[in-house]
């Protein structure tokens, strides 16, 4: 489960550096990771996705809680928890992170240094299909691989992100032993592309789903969406569930996230 508190693409200038990411164990650093993910999540108070108890919990038993400092602030966090296999994978169940300053990106290296460390092979984690900036991080940026579809994973979410919406989840599966990408030019797209899902007049329109490769474009705000159009926001969701959820069930690989906008998918 991933989040941040709005649009992620960096503005003009120079790029910041990474903020000081460290691990937290006390009460207080732990009720301000709760603070931070209410403010996040526009949740009520008490309802952040992740306790202090639970935290508290976690860290205690070796698992992995950390948060980014930027200029002293609090800027962003992340829970993880070993999972299975046992002594191969990290889940990474909650991270969010304020835009614009890195935080997200920090933690992730903070945190696959942390698995490394403890011999761990891969860290997984789940986030929502539809949302661009958050596939673009993932697949772009970290190099990692959605493997599976996970429809209505949390059930209803009401907070200002999900809006209600069904809680539709990629499962992220990030190789350890493999370096994330460098930056550069969105790699040219396969010759024999054929759109499977694509955007028209904001609505999603399926095409053809028999080709070995096929593009699965995501929609450019579904959070908005959800705000001023929510029967458009179900569709989007609904017909990312069939097409996208249905390729991974059918085999399908998905192999990056090209230039901001679509899913890339070789059905070989």
Same mark, same amino acid.
């Given at each position: 489960m991933s989040a941040s508190a709005g649009p992620g693409a960096p503005g003009p200038g120079p790029v910041p550096a990474l903020p000081e990411v460290r691990e937290l164990h006390n009460l207080a650093d732990l009720t301000a990771v709760d603070d931070l993910f209410v403010r996040i999540w526009g949740s009520a108070p008490g309802g952040s996705p992740m306790g202090v108890e639970?935290?508290?919990a976690l860290t205690h038993a070796g698992n992995y809680v950390a948060a980014a400092y930027t200029d002293g602030r609090m800027t962003g966090a992340s829970v993880a928890f070993f *999972?299975?296999? &046992? *002594?191969q994978v990290l889940h990474s169940h909650v991270t969010g992170a304020l835009p614009g300053r890195?935080?997200? !990106?920090? !933690?992730? !290296?903070h945190q696959r240094q942390w698995? !490394?460390?403890?011999?761990?092979?891969?860290?997984?984690?789940?986030?929502?299909?539809? &949302?661009?900036?958050?596939a673009h991080f993932n697949l772009t940026k970290l190099g990692a691989r959605p493997v599976?579809?996970?429809?209505?994973f949390y059930g209803a979410m009401e907070d200002a992100i999900n809006g209600g919406d069904d809680t539709d989840r990629a499962l992220a599966s990030?190789?350890?032993?493999r370096e994330p990408p460098r930056p550069g030019p969105p790699a040219p797209l396969p010759a024999d592309a054929v759109t499977a899902l694509s955007v028209r007049d904001g609505r999603p329109v399926v095409g053809r789903l028999d080709a070995p490769t096929l593009l699965v474009e995501v929609p450019p705000d579904v959070e908005g969406l959800r705000r001023t159009d929510p029967r458009a926001a179900k569709e989007w969701r609904l017909a990312m569930r069939e097409v996208l959820g249905g390729l991974l069930a059918d085999g399908a690989? &998905?192999? *990056?996230?090209h230039d901001r906008t679509c899913y890339v998918v070789t059905t070989r």
């Open positions: 639970q935290m508290r *999972g299975a296999p &046992v *002594g890195r935080a997200g !990106l920090a !933690l992730k !290296l698995a !490394l460390a403890r011999g761990l092979s891969r860290i997984t984690w789940t986030y929502d299909p539809l &949302v661009r900036r958050n599976e579809y996970l429809p209505c990030w190789d350890l032993n690989r &998905v192999t *990056g996230f």
